[in-house]
T-cell receptor
Framework: DGGITQSPKYLFRKEGQNVTLSCEQNLNHDAMYWYRQDPGQGLRLIYYSQIVNDFQKGDIAEGYSVSREKKESFPLTVTSAQKNPTAFYLC????????????????FGEGSRLTVL | QQQVKQSPQSLIVQKGGISIINCAYENTAFDYFPWYQQFPGKGPALLIAIRPDVSEKKEGRFTISFNKSAKQFSLHIMDSQPGDSATYFCAASYLGGYQKVTFGTGTKLQVIP
């Protein structure tokens, strides 16, 4: 089955620690995204990548870092510089912008819930 | 100018009733307006979407109404069912360039028997 796999589903972190959230997709999508979801605030874009080895900051990139070394993978690191990291993190992908079959639809994983103790 | 305002924040509807969720946007460059449905502990999934060249789109019990002049769009769920209980997000984006999606703040819908 094609889809997006996020791991771990739940993660606990002590203050001052960096953690990395995994996101893998087998949809052959060019574009990948990381969103943060907080109650009452919708989904806010952290980082996005339209192609391998290239990524751009979203609206709330401070305290986060990403890499895109493979088309299938887009891991997110939550660093100790992120002041309020407790949240639900969602990875998404889409067909690349500009392709003939681009529809604008985002395909989401099931999320990773990070709690800082 | 990138905001999408969504209301209400929560909604309780009786089974068989009509659920209505409203959204308003400011950026007139937006040309794609999707609605996503999210069940607890899951990621959102596309429910229905509309382009601004039509005023209404219907898929089964779900209908998007779009008012370009007022910069508003809404989701109507007819004959609401308990299985429709979820959080609904409206969104807007511009498909011409990089497709940055701006999401509303979400509406938690509860359909009671």
């Amino acid at each position: 089955d094609g889809g997006i796999t996020q791991s771990p589903k739940y993660l606990f972190r002590k203050e001052g620690q960096n953690v990395t959230l995994s996101c893998e997709q087998n949809l052959n999508h060019d574009a990948m995204y990381w969103y943060r979801q907080d109650p009452g605030q919708g989904l806010r874009l952290i980082y996005y990548s339209q192609i391998v080895n290239d990524f751009q900051k979203g609206d709330i990139a401070e305290g986060y870092s990403v890499s895109r070394e493979k088309k299938e993978s887009f891991p997110l690191t939550v660093t100790s510089a992120q002041k309020n990291p407790t949240a639900f993190y969602l990875c998404a992908s889409s067909i690349g912008v500009g392709l003939a079959n681009f529809t604008g639809e985002l395909f989401f994983g099931e999320g990773s819930r990070l709690t800082v103790l | 100018q990138q905001q999408v305002k969504q209301s209400p924040q929560s909604l309780i509807v009786q089974k068989g009733g009509i659920s209505i969720i409203n959204c308003a946007y400011e950026n007139t460059a937006f040309d794609y307006f999707p609605w996503y449905q999210q069940f607890p502990g899951k990621g959102p999934a596309l429910l229905i979407a509309i382009r601004p060249d039509v005023s209404e789109k219907k898929e089964g019990r779900f209908t998007i109404s779009f008012n370009k002049s007022a910069k508003q769009f809404s989701l109507h769920i007819m004959d609401s069912q308990p299985g429709d209980s979820a959080t609904y997000f409206c969104a807007a984006s511009y498909l011409g360039g990089y497709q940055k999606v701006t999401f509303g703040t979400g509406t938690k819908l509860q359909v009671i028997p």
